[in-house]
C-alpha cells in the first residue's frame, strides 16, 4: 500500500450502533431516497434510513401506506450503494410483514438481498415482537419503530403525539423492552413528550433513535429533505430546517427564466466553439 492510499472506511455494524448506547454523545440517522442525499447523509450520519417517507416526500403521497415493496428495492438499492460508513437500514411497507412472521422474512428477505442494505425497519410494538424475532433468528437485523407509527395513521385518526396517560407511558416501554427483548439493535421512538422518551430510554440497553421525541434519546432521526428545507409546505414542530433549499431553488430558477428569455443564457461561455 502507498503512504499516499487514505485509509479504508469502516463501515458501521449493526454492532456499533448498539453500542452507541453506551457513548456520552447522541448520534444522527438521517433518511436518503437518491443517489446525492445519500452521499450527503454517509459523511454525518451513523445511520441512513431509506424511509417509507419516500412515499410522501418524492412521491407527494398523502400518507405512507400506498408505498411497494418495488420502491423500496429500488430506492434501497439506490441509497445503499452510496453507504461507504454510515449502516443503511431500509423501511418495510405497509403490508409487506403485519401477516406474519413467514410474511416478514419473505419480504425482508428480498430486500436484503437486492439493495444490499445492512438491516430493515419494521414499526411495532409488543405485537410485532414474534415478528422480530423470526427474523433476528433467521439473519435478518431489526431497528424497531413505535410510538407515533405512520402506518397506523387512519387507526389513530390523525398524526397524534404518543404517551400522554400514565397507562400509554406503560404501554409504550413495555413496547420498547418488548422489540429488545426480541433482538432488535436500536429503536426509532416517534411523537411523544420528553419525559417519556427519558422514560423509554432507560428503561432499555439498545439505543432510542428519536424523531419529535426530544433530545433524551440516544440518537436522532430526521427526514434530510425536512432538514435541507426541500420541502415546500408547512414543517411539523420537531423539525428544524437548516436551510432553505427549495426557496433557493424556486429563486435560481426566476433567474434562469429570466436569462433565457432575455437571451443572457446561453452565454458565451456555455457555447461550443469552432477550433479549426
Ligand atoms: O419513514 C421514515 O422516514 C421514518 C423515519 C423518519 C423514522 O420512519
Same mark, same amino acid.
Given at each position: 500500500?502507498?503512504?499516499?492510499?487514505?485509509?479504508?472506511?469502516?463501515?458501521?455494524?449493526?454492532?456499533?450502533? $448498539?453500542?452507541?448506547?453506551? &457513548?456520552?454523545?447522541?448520534?444522527?440517522?438521517?433518511?436518503?431516497?437518491?443517489?446525492?442525499?445519500?452521499? /450527503?447523509?454517509?459523511?454525518?450520519?451513523?445511520?441512513?434510513?431509506?424511509?417509507?417517507?419516500?412515499?410522501?416526500?418524492?412521491?407527494?403521497?398523502?400518507?405512507? /401506506?400506498?408505498?411497494?415493496?418495488?420502491?423500496?428495492?429500488?430506492?434501497? $438499492?439506490?441509497?445503499?450503494?452510496?453507504?461507504? $460508513?454510515?449502516?443503511?437500514?431500509?423501511?418495510?411497507?405497509?403490508?409487506?410483514?403485519?401477516?406474519?412472521?413467514?410474511?416478514?422474512?419473505?419480504?425482508?428477505?428480498?430486500?436484503?438481498?437486492?439493495?444490499?442494505?445492512?438491516?430493515?425497519?419494521? *414499526?411495532?410494538?409488543? *405485537?410485532?415482537?414474534?415478528?422480530? $424475532?423470526?427474523?433476528?433468528?433467521?439473519?435478518?437485523?431489526?431497528?424497531?419503530?413505535?410510538? /407515533?407509527?405512520?402506518?397506523?395513521?387512519?387507526?389513530?385518526?390523525? +398524526?397524534?403525539?404518543?404517551?400522554?396517560? %400514565?397507562?400509554?407511558? *406503560?404501554?409504550?416501554?413495555? !413496547?420498547?423492552?418488548?422489540?429488545?427483548?426480541?433482538?432488535?439493535?436500536?429503536?426509532?421512538? %416517534?411523537?411523544?413528550?420528553?419525559?417519556?422518551? &427519558? *422514560?423509554?430510554?432507560?428503561?432499555?440497553?439498545?439505543? @432510542?433513535?428519536?424523531?419529535?421525541?426530544?433530545?433524551?434519546?440516544?440518537?436522532?432521526?430526521?427526514? @434530510?429533505? !425536512?432538514?435541507?428545507?426541500?420541502?415546500?409546505?408547512?414543517?411539523?414542530?420537531?423539525?428544524?430546517? +437548516?436551510?432553505?433549499? +427549495?426557496? !433557493?431553488?424556486?429563486?435560481?430558477?426566476?433567474?434562469?427564466?429570466?436569462?433565457?428569455?432575455? &437571451? &443572457?443564457?446561453?452565454?458565451?461561455?456555455?457555447?461550443?466553439?469552432?477550433?479549426?
Amino acid at each position: 500500500m502507498s503512504i499516499h492510499t487514505p485509509p479504508p472506511i469502516k463501515k458501521l455494524t449493526v454492532q456499533d450502533i $448498539r453500542a452507541a448506547k453506551n &457513548r456520552t454523545e447522541p448520534f444522527l440517522a438521517l433518511t436518503a431516497y437518491t443517489a446525492p442525499i445519500a452521499q /450527503l447523509a454517509d459523511k454525518h450520519a451513523d445511520v441512513v434510513l431509506v424511509g417509507d417517507s419516500v412515499g410522501m416526500v418524492l412521491y407527494g403521497m398523502p400518507n405512507t /401506506l400506498g408505498v411497494t415493496l418495488e420502491m423500496m428495492m429500488t430506492h434501497g $438499492r439506490c441509497v445503499a450503494q452510496f453507504c461507504q $460508513r454510515a449502516l443503511c437500514v431500509v423501511d418495510m411497507p405497509f403490508g409487506t410483514y403485519q401477516a406474519s412472521p413467514a410474511q416478514a422474512f419473505k419480504n425482508s428477505a428480498r430486500i436484503m438481498k437486492k439493495t444490499g442494505a445492512g438491516a430493515i425497519k419494521l *414499526e411495532g410494538g409488543a *405485537e410485532m415482537a414474534h415478528t422480530i $424475532r423470526f427474523l433476528v433468528e433467521r439473519g435478518i437485523p431489526v431497528l424497531g419503530h413505535i410510538g /407515533l407509527r405512520p402506518q397506523q395513521v387512519h387507526v389513530m385518526g390523525g +398524526y397524534k403525539v404518543q404517551g400522554k396517560t %400514565e397507562d400509554q407511558i *406503560e404501554m409504550l416501554k413495555a !413496547d420498547a423492552k418488548a422489540v429488545e427483548e426480541a433482538g432488535a439493535f436500536a429503536i426509532v421512538v %416517534e411523537g411523544t413528550m420528553e419525559h417519556v422518551s &427519558r *422514560e423509554i430510554t432507560a428503561s432499555v440497553n439498545i439505543p @432510542t433513535i428519536g424523531i419529535g421525541a426530544s433530545p433524551a434519546c440516544d440518537g436522532q432521526i430526521l427526514v @434530510t429533505e !425536512d432538514v435541507l428545507g426541500l420541502v415546500a409546505g408547512a414543517k411539523a414542530k420537531f423539525v428544524k430546517p +437548516y436551510a432553505n433549499l +427549495y426557496q !433557493d431553488a424556486e429563486a435560481a430558477l426566476q433567474t434562469l427564466e429570466a436569462d433565457v428569455k432575455a &437571451r &443572457r443564457f446561453p452565454g458565451p461561455e456555455n457555447l461550443y466553439i469552432k477550433t479549426k
